[in-house]
Structures are given as structure tokens and as C-alpha cells.
């Protein structure tokens, strides 16, 4: 039986608002296609290999949570930059993606991160708190979602979305997020993967091909996802989108 194997890392520490609901939605979708799906939920000083998965997905938490985890990922440095170059698949959602840029500025003190990317973060002295409204090159329906974030990236040159509403990597910035091969990552909470249906099936079309290029889908059930994303997107948004 084909199977897919996914890594919710640090599950019982970063998981503000709900973002396990990513992780639920992918399961349910994919054993819906038939797929067996075995979740492997790690945290700290749980060994990671991360040659064994085809997702590892991290979500938000607070910042102080995710003090505590940069000094444990810290360690898997080099196995992460390689678990990507290799076309492996990550999902990365809220703050957590501040562990993966050069380091994090806090008034005066530095934060070593992980250093997969160009990118360092700063601490601003105000916090987005919205509903927002993205563009991407993946799909041609819009992303929703909701931030609540008071960190932005500087120097961030692999963007995920264009910006209609909300804020970018940096303050009045077009763009958001980050994206690199099969790195998939964004400030956006909602659950991502729950609000954006299309994006969903999008994205577990291109994990499961990534494994087995000559799968054979079936259509996906998304009649109540879809239900929910245009009542949101043609009330919420109707004077926005066009």
C-alpha cells in the first residue's frame, strides 16, 4: 500500500490557533485517495531524521515556545538544508518561520537561526492583527487567511504570495512569505491548508507525485471546503477582489 509519511515537529509546544488542522485536513485527503498516512509527532529531544519523511510541518507558537525549540532544531542545521535541497517537502506556518532565516533581532540582542535562508527577522513595535488577502503563481484563487504577527523579514528574496491585503515580509512590502523547491512557508494562520481548499489540493497533488510521479487521483471531495472559502471570500472580501 503507497504511503505518505509526515513529521508534525514540536506538535506540544508550537501550536497556537487551531494549526493542527493543517495536519488533519492532509490526513483526511490523503486517505480519502487511498494513501496510507503515518504522522509522527516529535518535539524536544525526540531524534528527527528526516530522510524517513516526504512532510515535516511546523506551526506557530508563542515567543518564548519558540525560544525553546530554536535551541533544540538547531542541531539539525545541516539535515534540514539537505532534506530540502533534496525536493523533500516542508510546511511552515506562522512564527515558526522565523527560525529558518540568518538570525532574529530583538532590541539589541541576536538570535542565532537556522540559516536555511537569506532572510533575518526583526521585532517591530507594532503587531499585525487581521484578516488578509493573497495572491500566488500556484493557483489562480486568491489565499485567505489571518495574521497576528509582530516580526517581519528583511533581505527576504524567495517570496510565496503577492500582497492584496495584510502585511508582507516587511512593512508596505508586495510580497509574503517564503518559497524554495518544495519549502512552503508563511505567516498566514487560518488553518492555511482548511481556509484555501484549492491550495490543498494543489499541494497534495504535488506531495504525493514528488513520491510517486505516476499516481492516479481520484476527485477530491472539497463541496464543504469550497462552500466555506467563497461564502468568506464574497462577503469578507467583496469589495476587494474583483
Known amino acids: 500500500m503507497?504511503?505518505?509519511?509526515?513529521?508534525?515537529?514540536?506538535y506540544d509546544i508550537l501550536n497556537l490557533y487551531g494549526e493542527s488542522g493543517n495536519i488533519k485536513a492532509l490526513k483526511m485527503h490523503l486517505e480519502d485517495q487511498g494513501l496510507k498516512v503515518?504522522?509522527?509527532?516529535?518535539?524536544?529531544k525526540d531524534k528527527i531524521e528526516f530522510n524517513k519523511f516526504d512532510l515535516v510541518y511546523i506551526s506557530s507558537g508563542t515567543e518564548e515556545s519558540l525560544k525553546i525549540v530554536i535551541e533544540d532544531i538547531l542541531k539539525y542545521q545541516k539535515d534540514i538544508k539537505e532534506y530540502i535541497e533534496n525536493n523533500k517537502f516542508f510546511l511552515v506556518t506562522g512564527n515558526a518561520l522565523n527560525m529558518?532565516?540568518?538570525?532574529?533581532?530583538?532590541d539589541n540582542a541576536l538570535i542565532k537561526t537556522l540559516e536555511t535562508f537569506n532572510y533575518y527577522v526583526k521585532e517591530e513595535k507594532f503587531r499585525m492583527v487581521d484578516e488578509c488577502?493573497?495572491?500566488s503563481s500556484f493557483i489562480k484563487e486568491p489565499i485567505i487567511g489571518f495574521q497576528n504577527i509582530n516580526t517581519t523579514l528583511k533581505d527576504n528574496d524567495k517570496y510565496m504570495f503577492g500582497v492584496v491585503k495584510g502585511i508582507g515580509s516587511y512593512p508596505n512590502s508586495k510580497t509574503e512569505g517564503v518559497n524554495y523547491k518544495n519549502f512552503y512557508g508563511t505567516y498566514l494562520l487560518g488553518p492555511l491548508l482548511v481556509r484555501n481548499p484549492i491550495f490543498l489540493e494543489y499541494f497534495i497533488k504535488k506531495l504525493v507525485k514528488n513520491k510517486y510521479k505516476d499516481f492516479k487521483f481520484k476527485k477530491m471531495n472539497l463541496k464543504?471546503?469550497?462552500?466555506?472559502?467563497?461564502?468568506?471570500?464574497?462577503?469578507?472580501y467583496k469589495n476587494i477582489i474583483k
Open 133 to 135: 488577502i493573497f495572491k
Open 224 to 236: 464543504l471546503d469550497l462552500k466555506a472559502y467563497n461564502n468568506f471570500k464574497e462577503t469578507f
Open 100 to 106: 529558518f532565516g540568518k538570525y532574529m533581532k530583538e
Open 2 to 10: 503507497k504511503e505518505v509519511n509526515i513529521a508534525h515537529l514540536y
Open 38 to 44: 503515518n504522522i509522527h509527532f516529535l518535539t524536544i
